[in-house]
Structures are given as C-alpha cells and as structure tokens.
C-alpha cells in the first residue's frame, strides 16, 4: 500500500496550474490593496499560500480510504463545529462563520466542503443497487443538507449552495432514474418561491432582483454588478495595467482582492488576462477530471468528480457574478482571491485529488 | 495507519467496495467535460461582450466615475486708472459649490442649517439651475466668502457619507474701493439672472456666471471678464482626489480677463468725491482736448462690494426703496432742467444767427412781460442796461428773455443740439439719459400740440421742459470752449472714439462767449467762487427751479423739499482749455453754491500738473482760441 508515493508520481501539472493561478491572484491583491489600509495583504496570501502546500502535502499523505473510513467522525465533527460556529463565532458582515481570533481566524463551512465530498463519495461506494432508489437518496439529501441549513443560517447562502454540486455530481454519475430527476427538479421548482419569500433575506432578495435588472437600484444592490461591469468592460483587450485600472484603484469596486479579484484582474489585464487565467483554470479542472478518469476506484472516482464540481462551481458562480451573468453570493475564486481558508480548502482539495492518484497503481 | 484497529477499520471499507469497476462512469465523466467546456464558453462570452464588443461604453463610465471636473474660474481684469493705478482688484476668497453629479435633494435642508442659508432660496437656486440644462459639470455656487467656520463645517462633512455634494473652490472676488469711490462709473458685477439669460445680450452667459451689471464692468464686460477653465482630478468612490489624469490636454485653462486702463484720474476723483461731500448731485470732468473723462462722482453712493457676487435681498432692498435712488448715475441720467447754464448757447445762438450783435442792448427793471405773461428777473431790482457780455456775467433772465424770444424755438432746439444738448453723448457707459431740448416738432411728437411762443421765453433761460445731464453739460461747455469741437466723452483709454464733431461758428462769436464765462468768474460775476488764482477759470452757473414760483409757494407750505437745483459747469484756462467740470447739487438753491466743487477739481488738476514738474499754463493777454485743425490732434495732458 505504501512505497510508490513518489514525488515523480505527484501531479505536477495540476500544482503548477494552481501554483500559477495562485500567482497572480497575489500579484492582484497587491494590485488592488498597495495604497489602501489592505496594504500588505499580498504577503499574508503568499503565506496562505505555503501554508497551502503542507496542507496539500498532509492531504496527500492519509490515504484517502482511510479518510473515508473516518466519515462519521469527521461528519459528526463538522455539525458540531457549523453548531459551534453559530454559538459561538466570531461576527463579521452580520453573519456568524468565523472561528479563531480577529488575527487569525478561518471560515468552517469551506472545509465542511471536503467532508461533504467525502461523504458522497463514500454515500455512493456503499450503495447496494446499480442505481440509486428513493430512500437513498433521500438519506443522503438529509445527510448534506444539515450542514447546509446550518450554513444558511448562519447565514452564508453563497457558500451553502456550493454543497449542492457535489451532491448533484454525485447522484449525476451514480445514476438516478429520470422519473426521481423529474421529480427533483418539480420539487425544486416549487420550493423556490416558497424560498425566495421565507428564507431569503432582503438583501439577498434584492441580489437576485438586481441580478435580473441591475439598473433598477443603481446605487443599491445593483451597485456592485454595474461597477465590477464596467471594470471588466473598461479593461477592453489589453487591460489598463497593472495598479492602474481606475475602477480597481479607485474603489468603485468592491473587495477588489477578495469576491470581485476577478473583475479588478479583467480590468487590468484586459480579455487576454482573462483568457489565460480562465485557460488555466480550464486545464486544472480538465486535470483534476483526468485523475477521476484513471481513479484506482469508485471512492477515487467520487472525490475527484465532487472537486472538480465544486471548484467548477466556484469559477461559474464567481466569475460569472463579475460579469453579471450570475447573481452576487459572495462567494470567492479559489486559488486567487484573498483569504486564509478559501486558500486552504482549495489546496486540501487538490491534496486529496494527488492522494487518490497516487493510489491508482494499487491493487 | 499501523494503528490495529484503523486498519481493521479500513479493511471493512475496502470489502464494502464491492464494484471497484469505474467504467460505468466514463460516459458522464465525458458529459462532465462537455458542461465545463460549455461553462468556460459561457463566461468567455461575457468577457467578450464587455471587453471586445462594447469596451468604449464601460471606459467612458468607467472615466465618468474617476474623472471629476472641477471648475478654475478666471479671474476678471482689473481697473487701472489713467496713472496705472489699481481702482478695482480682486481678492481670494473660498466659494462653496454643490458639485450637481452627487447632489441630493435630502441633504439641501442640514446644508441649509449647517451654514445659515436659506432653505427656500437654496432649493429654488438649485431647481433653476436643473431646469436651465447646464452641464451637469458645473456646479452650483451657493455660498461665497466662506468664513473660517463655515470652512470647517464643510470640511467636516464633505466625505462621501454625509454630503459629497460639497464643494470648495478658491475664486477671485471682485473688490472694490471702499466708500463708493467711483463707485457708479465703474459698476459693480453680479450673477447673471434669470431674466437676463432669457435677452439675447446676456444669452451667451450660462446660469451663475458673474457678470458685469452696470458702468465700466458691463460695458467692458468682455474684455475684463475671462474664461472659465476646467481642470480634471482623479478620484476614488469616496471622492478623495487621487491624482491628476493623464491626458492632462483635456484640461481647460482659465484665460483671466484683460486690464482695462481708465480715464478716470484717481486724484481728480478723489477731490471731486471729497468736495461733493454729502451732497446729492453729481461731478463730470473731461479733457475737452480728446473727450476722455478725468473723473465722474454720482451721489449718493453705494458700496459695488454689496455686489461682488451675489447681494443680499436685505441690501437690495435698503438700495432700491433709498427715496434719493443711490444706484442712480446722475452724471450720465439726471435730466434737470439746466437753468441759466444754457445762456451761453442762447448767446452763441443769437449772435450766430445775428438776432443780436455788440449793439444789442436791454433794460433790466427786474422783470419783463412777453405775451401777457410777467417773467421775473433772478435779481428783483433789476440789472438795469445789459448787453450780452454783463448779460452773461450777470446771469440776467431779462436779457435772454429777449433773446429768446427773437430766436424762437426752433432755432433755440437748432443750437442746442448742435452744441450737443438733448442727445446722448455716446459715452461708453450703459444707460445714459437723452435729456430734452423742446422744439415745435417735439411738442407735436410728445403732446400733440402747439408750440406757444410764451413757453419759449421759459426755455430761454434753460427752464420749462429742457433738461440736460451733467455730462451734456460738461461736454457742451467743453466743445465750446475748444472753438467749436466735440470729442465723444469716453471712459477708457484703449476704445476706439469716432472723430471729432466739428461745428462751423464764428470764432469771434465763441470768444465773446467765453470771454462772458470768464466775467462770471473773475469780473464779480455770480462764478465768483470758482476763482482759482493764477488760471483763468471760466464757468457758468445755474440755478435751475423745480416749478413755477406759484407752485413753489404752495409746496413750501406743503413742507416738501422744492428747493431749486443748483448747477455749475467751469472749464480752464480760458486759453487751450484742458480740462471743463460740470457739478450739479440737486435741491442746492442756488448755483452759485455750488461752484467751489468745480474750483476743488481744476485746482487740484493744475496742483496735478505743477506736482508733476509740468508749467501751470500761461496767462495769455488776450484770449485765444484753438484753431479747428490744431485741436482736431489731441494732445495728451
């Protein structure tokens, strides 16, 4: 079992995909912080960053069977600590999802992330069927959306939603009967109005108001859409240059080195920028599924699958929020923008990709 | 992972792997890679709208949002006087302006209190500015002369969250000589108003420029005003200024406006101000020689400061509702009648036209019946024998009755006008008053009715309906003098003057004229108190009545003020006259009183000349007069 984790076998293309998205997320962030009170955050990112790779290196290290042997435990764990969380965290932007100190503190419910991926992948090694019947599904759909309405309630819409991919993947490549499909998909249909009036906030509603019409609140909600907008579109081919996009630099736009990096990279770097880091993170995605691909098994298989979905995720929702074909949730780029867990979470992930491929000439 | 239990754990996982077998999957995997090829194409085509297709529209707001326009206003040229003086200057000041792109209705109100401005008045300023569709740029001047506190209130709640509307911009403020020195003649400058915008003069203005309102600073609004510039900064969301942008060619520079050299000789004006004392009336003194003006004093005064950009309503009130009118420039539009000032054109009249002659002689009993009607002489007993030159040094009605009467009006109206009475002077101030010289025709045109000959024996002696300004007045006396030659009065040294006005008299004729006028100075003529020893002062004066000596009773019993006004009109030295004044007090009884005024203003010319090393002018035995082509070049004093 052990012996053939060989530094030849780790997956160097992806680390330098990652490594190189990861480089000009910081060159950004300082892009987009050198005069403001965030001057500085650039290095605390690199620092992230290494603390990234022993991460990925750890998440390489268990085997993954061994993790998904650990379900329960981990699971049981993760509610406890979102519970903790809502208890007793730290606030910020009136939503409870912080623990540790206003110095260093990391966001649970990206790592919750990982064990939900874990736990799918898991969920669906053990299903005794060819494809998956009702209860098992419903058991499942129990299982993610706990931690998910603890995250909601937080609340952190944007991130309780990134969950749902990895369950959605999963069922997708298990297999499901189209008549269940069909039934989901008129359940959904009809829990979104009752959603939009009883669970969503206000503001959360007027997102998705000013997502459909940004104009109608110019100054509001839509306020973010029209002016990361007109930071992409400003960029025109080329970019303005580095520090220089008045958009950015100016605060027009919001978080600049955080949810909106994206638009204050288009806006400096131009559509050739845009077209190369979209390039690299196609490549990271297409390498990540090339592992699912050559997974020494279904369990393999399931992670890589629920990562590149949720990564995936990350990119449509993030990057398609900067050019206003997606609603504003507040969830960050992995990889690029600023933040300790958002970092961490993306590098454990791909540790645990180079953990099942370096397991695929087992057994 | 030797841990004996964790790998009995793991074994029972791996038995629960039955069907370790991915290729199941490989379809969906492929079909996973089809919706992430579709996603990327998805997000690339927003790229491309934004960035390929329509990158101008987002540029353009994208400048819209960092560029902010900031007006530099120029600064209006100053006023010199003939010296180079400085008359009018500017001073720094900070103004406050509602920059119009941030402008809330809401925060009008707290601003309002915030500087004790009035809510009303501010948001009516605001609405008018909205409607008149000016650049959305130019913003709103609400406040000048910020006082040291209301700086702090606006520093302190100009940041993005209160009222980013706030603007300070540093202007140069109109300043003008303390006391209303010269005060009508120059003007003052004012914001451009609604009704004005709407006539075609000031329709090239836009809605809160300042503009010159009166005198000199409308007349010569164009070359004392300058132009606006606009300079660009960059700033942030919080409207922090960042730095300036790079194409600094969009700038605008403000052209500040030209200096403009008056006439006006401050030391002259200073006197003529000095000696009117409180006096209602005015003070014109000219250079017969080329017309230009040396000083002009309307009294009462206001203070052009009040103006400088925007006057208080209270102020303006306290102006208009003055019963004695203080925005009125009498130099250039009192219409009074002229009283006996007019008797030197009646003596020039007569004896151009030969109606008199040095043979023509009267008796003055104190009075005399024309058309059986009694006209009383000024002097009750009479003058007794008169010819014309005691006629003149003497002032006597009689005398002029009579020449009056043998000239008729017409031939009266002929000669007044020819010496430039009861016309514009076509000086280059705004406004000026045509006065009124009656002749039959006038009296058809304005009354529909006959002339009387009674009504000329009034107009004779410059009473009835004639009336002149004092600046006629002074340039009539002043032509005169010259033999005959009119300069247009002017107040500018640049401005272009149309020639000369040559009128043929008989030089004999005009030096018997003058040689009266020098009477009435110096041979105990009713001048007297003009006499400048050493210079060769002529004048004439004039005391001009209100109304007829029957209403004049009952109006003395009424209380109300109907004194006479008083005129005197002097020009020196008899020979090459350099300089005529013309003073009217009004209500001042008798002209003779106010002759010191025009001694005070020759006097202090030829002090002038003297101080300045120049020979004070040679008493000439015999009075000589500018030859027509020897004054048709005129000298500089």
Redesign the interface.
Known sequence: M?GYRSLRDFDWPMVILASAICSLGVLQIFSATHDTAWAGAWWKQVVWILAGFIAMWFATL??Y??L??QIPILYSLSVATLIGTFAFGMTAFHSRRWIGTTSLHLQVSEFVKLVIVLLVA?YM??LKTERLELLDLLKLGGLVGLPMALVMLQPDLGTALTYLPILA?GI??A?LRWQYAVAILVIVALVMPVGYFFVLKDYQKARLVSFLDANQDPKGSGYQVI?S?????????WGRGVTKG??T????LPVPHKDFIFSAF?EEH??VG??VV?GL??LL??QI?QN??T?????G?YIC?GI??VL?FH??VN??M????MPVTGIPLPLMSYGGSNILAAFLMLGLVNNVRLRRFV? | ?THPD?EE??Q???N??L????K???G??AF??YV?VA??L???T???????R??E???E???R??IKSIPVLAPRGKILDRDGRVIVDNHSSFSLFLSREDLKMEHLKPIAEGLSLDYDALVARVHRFQTRGAPQYEPIMIKDELTPAELAFVESHKDPDTFPELEVIHVQRRLYPRDGLAAHAIGYVGEVSEVELNTPEFARFHQGDVIGKDGIERQYNDTLMGVDGQRRV?????GNQ?RLPEDEDKDKEAVPGKNLQLTIDLDLQAVAELAMENRRGAVVAIDPRNGEVLAMVSRPAFDPNLFASRIRSKDWKELIDNKDHPLLNRAIQAQQAPGSTFKPMMALAGLETGVINDNFIIHCPGGATFYNHYYACHLKGGHGTVELHKGIVQSCDVFFYNVGNRLGIDRIAEYADKVGLGHKTGIDLPHEAEGIVPSTKWKIRNFREKWYAGETISVAIGQGATTVTPIQLANYVGGLAIGGMWFQPHMTKETPIPPARRVEFNPDNIRKVIDGMYGVVNEGGTGGRARIPGIEVCGKTGTAQLASREVLKSAKAAGENMKANAWFVGFAPRDNPEIVVAALWENGEEGPWVAPIVRDVLKAYFDKKVRLGEPRPQIAGIPRLLTPTAASEPANP
């Open positions: 052990q268990i085997d069977h061994t998904l042997g898991r090694t053990e993947a997708f490549v297999g002016q907008k007109i930071a992409v579109g400003s960029g025109a081919l008045t958009q630099q100016g605060r027009f288009a131009g559509f845009v077209i979209l993170y196609f995605l297409m599924v699912a691909q997974a020494p098994d279904r369990a298989m699958m590149a979905t995936l990119v449509l990057v398609g900067v050019v206003g074909r057994n | 992972m964790r754990e793991r029972l996982s791996a629960r792997l069907r370790d077998d991915t199941f999957a490989s969906k995997i996973f890679q992430m996603i990327f998805f997000l690339v927003g790229f491309w709208d934004l960035q390929i329509y990158p529209v987002y540029q707001r994208a400048e949002n960092s960059e700033v942030d969301s919080f960042r």
